[in-house]
């Protein structure tokens, strides 16, 4: 297999040079079940688990590979088999919030690892609900990754204009395709963003299509696709996150359809989803001081009476607000502890 088609480049040499110094090898984690990984190196698919001393050292499961990392690995030709004895700084990652220990610490969950860019799948089924694409923006705004907005199931939507405006209401500066993912011609707006070495992770409910979007691009079943359930709540089709290889170039991360989109971030990744909000306090008469209730000269208690501002939107920044400070305040305590 050649690196470069996996997605490596400078970033990674750099930081891989001391490894190389010692005989170790670089690997692209494909699969994680368990404490068991799959990936994929210059000798060929390989299978194995981390060294006993890089699991004694490890802090925190973050510190762990998870699919999309690359590692260094001592890789046996003839086996096929692997030892991990390092991971890569990574210069990206899709992240959320995540529980260890019977549920008493709260820690960073992360799902996929050195992404160019996020794809947020929504389906313009009965899955379609901008107060969630609005939970997915601010879980995928620090990923460090480009943000991509695909509206799947274009074939089974009435009114897609519509549904197009709704989302271009909430989003800024973020691409939106209307698609079919059973259409491969339908699917080329996408192909701009799966050069060679480029990786998309695909985020979103359970039945929206991601599996049947992957499946399509690389021309075969790969992926075990099913019907969504009659209450219109999507099944769990995909299993487990993998790192598939088109055959065109580009990778992807089917990850498996979340349906507890738990926020893993802070006030920043608020601010970039909700950039009007955000506008709209600044013009506040005490701008940080100001608690958008009774106090005078508030921009958005006005932009709320005259319409401007939609009060289902506003009430799901607050709630993200709310849950986002709880989070930070959890970090606070982990930390001391430390």
């Known amino acids: 297999m050649n690196l470069e088609e996996l997605g490596w480049e400078p970033f990674f040499e750099k930081h891989f040079e001391p ?6 090898s670089p690997a692209r984690i494909a699969v994680k079940q368990g404490n068991v990984y799959v990936a994929y190196s210059e000798i060929g698919e390989l299978t194995g688990k981390v060294t ?16 999309g990392d690359w590692v260094a690995v001592k890789g046996n030709l003839n086996t096929g088999k692997m030892t991990i004895h390092g991971l890569l700084p990574r210069k990206s990652s899709f992240s959320r919030k ?20 996020v794809f947020l799948v929504m389906g313009l089924d009965q899955d379609f609900s901008i107060r969630r694409l609005e939970r997915y923006l601010v879980l995928a705004q620090g990923s460090g990754a480009q943000l991509v907005v695909v509206l799947n199931k274009a074939d089974l939507c009435e009114n897609i204009a519509k549904c197009m405006r709704e989302v271009e209401a909430v989003v800024t500066n973020v691409p939106i395709h209307a698609v079919c993912a059973l259409d491969r011609g ?39 696709v099913g019907p969504v359930r009659g209450d219109g709540r999507g099944r769990h089709i995909t299993a487990k996150r993998e790192l598939v290889i088109l055959p065109g170039g580009g990778l992807f991360i089917d990850n498996p359809g979340m349906r507890s989109v738990t926020l893993w971030g802070g006030e920043k990744e608020l601010d ?13 008469k005490f701008k940080d001081r100001c608690q958008h209730r009774t106090e005078p000269g508030c921009a958005i208690k006005q932009a709320l009476e005259d319409g401007t501002l939609d009060r289902e939107r506003w009430q799901s920044y607050l709630k993200l607000q709310r849950e986002l400070r709880v989070l930070a305040m959890r970090k606070e305590r982990r930390a001391r502890v430390r």
């Open 19 to 24: 490894y190389r110094e010692k005989g170790f």
């Open 52 to 67: 006993g001393r890089y699991r004694y050292e490890a802090r925190s499961q973050g510190d762990f590979p998870t699919v």
């Open 98 to 117: 995540g529980v260890s220990n019977l549920g008493r610490v709260t820690e960073e969950q992360v799902i996929s690892a050195n992404i160019d860019t």
């Open 186 to 224: 339908g699917l080329n707006p996408l192909l701009q963003y799966l050069g060679t070495g480029q990786t998309i992770a695909l985020v979103g409910s359970s039945g929206v299509g991601k599996s049947t979007l992957v499946n399509t691009l690389i021309g075969e079943e790969r992926q075990i």
């Open 272 to 284: 970039a989803t909700f950039e009007d909000i955000k506008e709209l306090a600044r013009q506040c």
